[in-house]
């Protein structure tokens, strides 16, 4: 599996845009990249996942480069509540390997 | 619908004890995944069982072990426990084709700690 790096931290003022990035040059073609995050003690959340084109769910909207070389993750009104680390991962197996993540905070 | 389910929510063993973790799926997931995320660290996958079948594996010793029984629910058993098997201990269930929706749904996790 592709290996990432991500931010070890990020700050976000409350109802801006949140936008984390993700460096995986080493990503394979058929390697998927997907996004978690965990709240403090709790179990990790999916939050969404994609290959090449862009995505966009309830939760957060994906943007991955061309070159699929790297992606962005955007909350697009940051609350209280995301404050989480999120864990950019790729795999093309059944098997996540979850790296450090970023720690986000989301300050009022 | 029921999330995945972990039980006990706490234990405490001493060393060189056993310990058994126990985990229910979502229902109609077959696969289950073991993870373990010691404090301070990332999470660290153990085990992937699906069809009641050990799929993967991840750089842990064999006194880690664990089963996927017939309803699929999982048990992950720790041998010899070590000061080091201190941590929350985490369960996902996912689907069959996982990478076709990408989800794999955690519970709240079981955490050990070792004396």
């Known amino acids: 599996d592709a290996k990432t790096t991500q931010p070890t931290s990020m700050d976000c003022a409350e109802g801006r845009a949140a936008n984390l990035p993700c460096n995986h040059s080493?990503?394979?073609?058929?390697?998927?990249v997907y996004w978690y995050r965990q709240i403090h003690s709790q179990g990790p959340q999916y939050i969404i996942h994609?290959?090449?084109n862009n995505e966009t769910n309830e939760m957060a909207s994906l943007i991955i480069t061309e070159d699929r070389k790297s992606s962005t993750l955007i909350l697009p009104h940051a609350t209280l509540r995301d404050t989480a680390v999120y864990y950019c991962?790729?795999?093309?197996?059944?098997?996540?390997?979850f790296g450090q993540g970023t720690r986000l905070t989301i300050n009022p | 619908e029921a999330g995945v389910t972990q039980s006990p929510t706490h234990l405490i063993k001493t060393r060189g004890q056993q310990a058994t973790l126990r985990c229910s799926p979502i229902?109609?997931?077959?696969?289950v995944y073991w993870y373990q995320q010691a404090l301070g660290l990332g999470l660290q996958f153990l085990l992937w069982?699906?069809?009641?079948?050990?799929?993967n594996r991840g750089n842990f010793p064999p006194r880690f072990s664990g089963r996927q029984f017939p309803n699929y629910s999982s048990e992950l058993n720790v041998n010899a426990l070590e000061l080091e098997d201190s941590a929350l201990y985490l369960c996902?269930?996912?689907?069959?084709?996982?990478?076709?929706?990408?989800?794999?749904?955690f519970g709240e996790g079981s955490r050990l700690t070792v004396l």
């Open positions: 069982y699906d069809e009641g079948e050990e799929r």
């Open positions: 229902s109609g997931h077959t696969s």
């Open positions: 996902a269930s996912s689907l069959a084709l996982m990478a076709n929706t990408g989800e794999l749904f």
């Open positions: 080493t990503i394979s073609g058929n390697e998927y």
């Open positions: 991962i790729v795999s093309r197996a059944q098997k996540l390997v």
């Open positions: 994609g290959l090449k």
